[in-house]
């Protein structure tokens, strides 16, 4: 079994504690009472011994960093038990002879995020609760998020009321499971004893033969997870559709992130096609007379607020503007947009490609993939490149995809599609919106031609892109000038002119611009 070892709470005032060392690493055994790290308070410093007989399994923070008390900082294993591969980080209170009480803490959201904001219950006390279940909803200053339950049971206790604001690592409520001891949370799922439900063409889970809706036998040697054929089942999704779904689980298996990732991109029209809507205004309060509506401000506009005047007032913003010829991309995907979304489940759009151009231009002009940090400039070796979503109704946020710079065009695609449905879904995870080195803004989405964008702090470079255009250009044929009408792009490019001046960023610009232009459609 798995015991989670946390910061303790070293005086009624103290909130917080500094690891100074580490007694142990991970793999190294360890016996009970054998102390295990030593921290320091402004109360104490003191020694945490082990709970029991084991193995380190997991160390979640370094020497000198300093920790939120009732944090989970290291994972002992003992015998009698495996590591689970995504077990959570919550603490167990066991009753032995039938039921365990599980906390379930408020999540660390991010490195430098030290507390959330709990901005609705999905559950109640006595409520029944399923495992993977939705138990409530949380807002920290990188990300919202909503927490699932890693048990089935009863919620016997909430610590916390909605809106209120709680330290990361503290027990926020208290699940019931029935009929258990001190066992692992997360036990070995056993596929045969799996009853799976059928979605609408009849599927009938992992059996070889699968119906359709037409009662015709299919032969599938593929299994699919209950909660795939409930996700197929609720969103429409045929047994034809569900077969050609390209599964990155074991032996091939459709995750539920591959299901998920296949319906956004199904849904996705043209990336530059607007869906008419009346935007939601929000409600507020007339004034005397009644000609002004008086909106308070919401906690993501306050925050999107804060962060764009922490920016302006931290780059010195300078933009830059060119036009990009994308009639290489245009023509690739008018013939192989459809093909590569039934073949490959792959929604291809220009922004994948924009990606990959920009992805080489930051290789060639690393500067532009740098920060500023007091007298010192971090040139980062990898691509974390952010990719800006608008949500409903009025807010924006910017996560992004780690180690880009390894990703073929396809590869973006799907991890921009898959943001986006996150993004738009609250199922965002702490590491999607922190550490980025560069991002692109998509205004054209919205059909504008082109803009000067704020900078994504602390990054020193943001590329704008605008709606692809058909309009006459001018072009030389055999020596002669001649009207042609072509696909068109603005890029505009903002930089921090305090390291990249105006040479540098229309060097990179114009490197964006050509890679477009010249696209080698072979590379997809």
Known sequence: MKIEIIMPKMGESVQEGTIIKWDKKVGDKVKKDEIIYEIST?????????????????????ENEVVPVETVVAILETEGGEYGEKEEKISEHVNKEASAVIDILMPKMGESVVEGTIIKWHKKAGDEVKKDEILFE??????????????EGVVVEILY?????????????????????????????????????????????S???????????VKSSRFYSPVVLNIAN???????????????????RVTKKDILSYLETRKVSEQHEVKESKPEIPEGEKSADGRVT????????????EHMVQSRDTSVHVSQVMEA???????????????????KNVKLTYMAFIAFAVIQALKQYPLMNASIEKERILVKNYINLGIAVAVEPNGLIVPNIKNAENLS???????????????????????????GTFSITNYGVFGSLFGAPIINQPEVGILGVGAVTRKPVVVEVEGREAIVIKPMLYLSLSHDHRLVDGMLGGRFLKAVKENLENFDVSMV
């Open 409 to 435: 065009v396809l590869g973006l695609a799907n991890a921009i599609a898959d943001l986006g449905y996150r993004a738009r879904n609250k199922e965002l995870k702490p590491d999607d919106v922190v550490d």
């Open 207 to 217: 059996t070889p033969a699968q119906e359709t809706s037409k009662n015709e036998k």
């Open 325 to 343: 010829d994308v009639s290489a991309v245009y023509d690739y995907l008018k013939v192989n947009q459809e093909k590569l979304l039934i073949e």
């Open 138 to 151: 949380i807002s920290t200053d990188k990300v919202d998020t909503e927490v699932p339950s890693p048990v």
């Open 234 to 252: 609720e969103e429409n999704v045929s047994f034809e559709e569900l077969e050609k779904i390209e599964g990155s689980g074991i032996n091939g």
């Open 42 to 62: 402004d109360k104490v410093d003191t020694e945490v011994p082990s709970p029991a007989d084991g193995v380190i399994k997991e160390i979640f923070y370094k």
């Open 294 to 305: 008086i909106i308070p401000i919401d906690r993501i506009r306050r925050r999107i607020m």
């Open 161 to 205: 009321k909605e809106n209120e604001t709680v330290a990361v690592g503290k027990t926020v409520m208290r699940i019931r499971t029935e009929g258990t001891t001190a066992e692992p949370l997360i036990t070995e799922t056993k596929t045969k004893e799996v009853k799976q439900e059928p979605i609408k063409s009849s599927v009938a889970g």
